[in-house]
């Protein structure tokens, strides 16, 4: 057994549309549990800080502008392999070229609003789970 926890974001094109069921549902149906889960309002500047990684790439200030647009959920989720297994299930970045089943592929509006964020390493998700949770936060 390798369990492991991941950090995803339901983005605000989720909530804006009230879909937060419909994916907590496809992960919970994929053997994801949500140890701990919270709704914000990311501030610009969170929205950067998160997203640093990307800060050289022409599309970041889009991003931060849209992921500060409105609510989203954060959520740690634990599973086997869930770093991995929670990409599996978001699908392609690009919704056009996720596959059927995925959740970018059901509720993903564009590449930029595209429903879910999921941490892609370990190390990542150490990084991204302490951006947002305190130990106390997370319960299993
Ligand atoms: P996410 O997994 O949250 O990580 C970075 C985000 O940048 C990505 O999902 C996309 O929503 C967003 N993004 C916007 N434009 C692009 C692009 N051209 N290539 C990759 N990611 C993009």
Do not use: W
Request: charged residues 20%; proline residues 3%; negative net charge.
């Amino acid at each position: 057994m390798n369990i492991q926890q991941t950090l995803s974001i339901l983005k605000p094109d989720v909530t804006r549309r009230n879909l937060t069921g419909k994916v907590n549902a496809k992960i919970e149906e994929a053997g994801l549990r949500i140890l701990a889960q919270k709704r914000l309002h990311l501030s610009k500047s969170q929205a950067q800080q998160f997203y640093a990684v990307h800060a050289e790439r022409s599309f970041f200030n889009d991003l931060c502008e849209f992921m500060c647009a409105g609510p989203s959920v954060v959520q740690v989720l634990e599973g086997e392999n869930a770093v991995a297994r929670y990409r599996d299930i978001m699908g392609a970045t690009n919704p056009a070229n996720a596959n059927p089943g995925t959740i970018r592929h059901e509720f993903a509006e564009s590449i930029e609003a595209n429903s879910v964020h999921g941490s892609d390493s370990l190390e990542n998700a150490a990084i991204e789970i302490g951006f947002f949770f305190s130990k106390i936060e997370i319960v299993g």
